[in-house]
């Protein structure tokens, strides 16, 4: 008997159709999208009513997305764009210290002011006198143009203007966000897989020339700054150090015969697991500050407290490991010492910036070397500077690996070349508060 195709299976046959056609609307105009505009699984919903993302799956309501198809099409290319740069911009996976409802706000008029930027023609709209006046308060702005720069915009505001910003601004479903700070197994392969394409979309913007438009920079700015932001958590792993810590190693030896001897012999294992392990974690580790006049005290405050966060995960330690924080002008003024998990929150709780002069990145590196001398550091991981990059660097490499953390941008050529870069984002680095 011949199957007669529902209502439903024929508005989700026609979305699946209509989806293809945007992609292909879109890459007339943005060609390094091409891999980013693959990444997402079509999947019909009904309890929406736009679109919204995972990360993986691109859920849509058929009939919406035909009704909208045929009565104004480039707005359905507008909101699958829309929902396309929230991934490229990792705005699903940063945003689960803020308040839920101003970071979605802030994600969608960060997208937007891109797109509108863009001024293309699949995508191409006038501009509401609304988003007018906010693009201008925007730009007066000199700490950039991203979600974290907008919610804290937000947070300022009065609960009737941040009304009119969520109605004007809001185009796609944010319901499917991960909602947890720690991200599942497959939220994190998810966010990933994304990071790679962002990486590679950057590459092939740069390759095609995609930068000489306003829109196409403001494109390439919103991908610097998301990947400097993923990129921090990872660069740490390179300050680990491999050292053997005693632990029960489950990897080496079969559970099945040690529980069949306890079982048969009561208790005599038939193998008996090893004892150690080899793991890799930060074992000493020198955090230097460049307390330096144009450092700010906020910045340092919440950088140290970032990489807390990151290095007290949970398994991130040895049974015993020593932090030294040292706080450096032109000279090294305050050396402070952590040697427990516990100590780290009551250091950041009791913080003060010391400084204040000139910077000379020099003493810092004459203070650790003579640390090393004395035995006082006998496995160190490696050196993190933080700083604005305005000062005097060592000519000489140090027997330890050492990364210059820098505040925006930075000369390039002043660098060492044995020293590791990476160029974090402000925003990132400053108080976030719920407004209440």
């Known amino acids: 008997m011949e199957h007669v195709e529902t209502q439903e299976e024929w508005e989700n046959r026609m979305s699946f159709k209509v989806l293809d056609f945007v992609k292909k609307e879109l890459y007339f105009d943005l060609r390094f999208l091409e891999m980013a505009f693959r990444m997402l699984t079509p999947v019909p919903q009904k309890n929406i009513g736009t679109l919204a993302t995972d990360g993986g799956n691109l859920y849509f309501p058929s009939e919406w997305l035909i009704q909208i198809f045929k009565s104004n099409a480039p707005y359905l290319n507008r909101v699958y764009l829309h929902t396309i740069l929230h991934c490229l911009f990792s705005h699903l996976w940063i945003g689960q210290k803020r308040n839920r409802l101003l970071w979605g706000i802030a994600c969608d008029i960060a997208v937007e002011y891109t797109i509108d ?6 995508t191409k709209r006038p501009l509401s006198w609304i988003r007018q006046q906010f693009y ?3 730009q007066k702005r000199e700490d950039g143009i991203s979600a974290a720069v907008i919610y804290r915009m937000l947070l300022e505001k009065e609960e009737d203007e941040l009304n009119k910003l969520h109605v004007e601004f809001y185009t796609d479903d944010h319901r499917f966000w991960p909602k947890e700070e720690q991200l599942s197994a497959k939220e994190a392969e998810q966010r990933e897989q994304w990071n790679k394409v962002t990486r590679q979309t950057s590459l092939l913007q740069k390759r095609n020339g995609e930068e000489k438009e306003e829109g196409e920079r403001l494109l390439a700015a919103g991908l610097k700054a998301e990947k400097s932001r993923r990129s921090y958590r990872d660069f740490l792993k390179k300050f680990s150090v491999l050292r053997e810590e005693t632990h029960c190693n489950l990897d080496e030896f079969d559970l099945n015969y040690y529980t069949y001897g306890l079982r048969v012999y ?5 193998l ?3 004892e150690s392990r080899e793991v890799k974690k930060i074992r000493e580790f020198i955090v230097a500050l460049d307390t330096s006049y144009s450092t700010s005290g906020d910045l340092i405050r919440h950088f140290l407290q970032e990489t807390f966060a990151i290095l007290t995960e949970q398994d991130s330690f040895f049974t015993h490991c020593r932090l030294h924080i040292l706080q450096c002008d032109e000279r090294v003024q305050k050396d402070e010492v952590v040697e427990k998990k516990e100590e780290l929150q009551m250091l950041l709780n009791h913080f003060t910036v ?4 000139g910077t000379d990145f020099r003493p810092a590196f004459t203070y650790v070397n003579q640390l090393i001398k004395n035995g006082d550091l006998k496995n160190l991981g490696g050196l993190l500077y933080f700083t604005d990059g305005k000062g005097i660097y060592p000519k000489k490499k140090p027997d330890y690996q050492t990364a210059f953390l820098f505040l925006g941008d930075y000369e ?20 976030e508060q719920v407004k209440k």
Request: net charge negative.
């Open 354 to 357: 010391v400084g204040g002069g």
């Open 272 to 274: 008996e697991p090893l």
């Open 412 to 431: 390039e050529e002043n660098v060492p070349p044995w020293a590791m870069r990476l160029q974090l984002e402000p925003e990132e680095f400053l108080k």
């Open 136 to 138: 201008e308060q925007l």
């Open 266 to 270: 009561k208790n005599m294992p038939l």
């Open 117 to 122: 930027g863009l001024d293309k023609p699949s």
